[in-house]
């Protein structure tokens, strides 16, 4: 019985690593210029834990088939320096491991958190609600109004709290539900949540960036495919959380600029 549950072990390792090595279920295609060191970090992360896995796992089984049934009057072996022994070698191991991913991982995300956006940047607000993303952006005068959280209200769909009676930089501000960038533009995200965690994640840009409440947080990418992708929340917000998505549309430079002109008609 002891060395069939081994043969199973060893089967079900066997069998888990096929889908990993055939890619069968892999990431969505990179369509940022940061995304290339991000995939070889993840390629390389997938690979030692992968070996590291099977190891333990051969090393179960062998363990099983060749100690699980000792003969009658057969001396236990212990592992020299017994169990603390062991506890030190993993450590050690999986401690190094550790410590060498997130070095080479520093490297694959520089680009996006470690260095601060162009000033040709264009900005974007980002603001997470339960349970919808909405976008600003800013008008002719390149400046965002003030938010007054007083305002915000959903019922007159003022989701930034502007003050358009008042405040003139508030006029020509854009709000929209739907997020639209021109293609090879670095974009910066200014990011906050009005209420709980929530997360930004686009898959084909890989960012993936969590809203911490009372905090607003940066992040910068520059998408180089036209196409629509979509944004969706991975931070469990509410009884809703599974409908909480928006769009991202990358377009072409024209494109783009009809589609301002065409929301700016409709604030």
């Known amino acids: 019985m002891a060395k069939f549950f081994a043969i199973t072990i060893l089967v079900i390792a066997i069998l888990s690593a096929i889908p990993i090595l055939r890619h069968t279920w892999w990431m969505a295609e990179d369509i940022s210029t940061h995304g290339a060191p991000i995939d070889e970090q993840m390629s390389e992360t997938m690979a030692e834990a992968g070996i590291s896995f099977l190891a333990s796992q051969f090393i179960l089984a062998f363990f099983i088939w060749k100690f699980s049934n000792p003969r009658p009057g ?28 997130g070095v080479f991982g520093a490297k694959a995300w520089a680009n996006v958190y470690f260095t601060p956006p162009s000033s040709s940047a264009m900005p974007v607000q980002v603001q997470s609600g339960q349970f919808a993303f909405y976008f600003r952006y800013p008008g002719p005068d390149g400046k965002f109004a003030p938010i007054h959280p007083e305002l915000i209200s959903e019922s007159t769909q ?21 997020m639209a960038i021109p293609v090879n533009r670095e974009i910066h995200l200014l990011m906050h949540s009005k209420d709980v965690g929530h997360s930004f994640f686009v898959p084909e840009l890989r960012v993936q960036q969590d809203f911490v409440p009372g905090l607003d947080l940066s992040l910068h990418f520059t998408a180089t495919k036209v196409g629509r992708y979509e944004i969706v929340c991975t931070q ?28 700016a008609a409709m604030q």
């Open 74 to 101: 057969e001396k236990i072996k212990n592992f020299p320096g017994g169990a603390k022994a062991m506890v030190w070698a993993a450590v050690l191991l999986v401690g190094t491991e550790v410590l060498a991913l």
């Open 158 to 178: 003022n989701f930034y709290g502007l003050d358009t009676n008042n405040d003139p930089d508030a006029k020509d501000d854009i709000v929209t539900a739907e």
């Open 236 to 263: 469990l917000c509410g009884l809703g959380h599974y409908n909480m998505k928006a769009y991202l549309s990358v377009l072409s430079q024209q494109d783009f600029d009809d589609w301002m002109k065409k929301e």
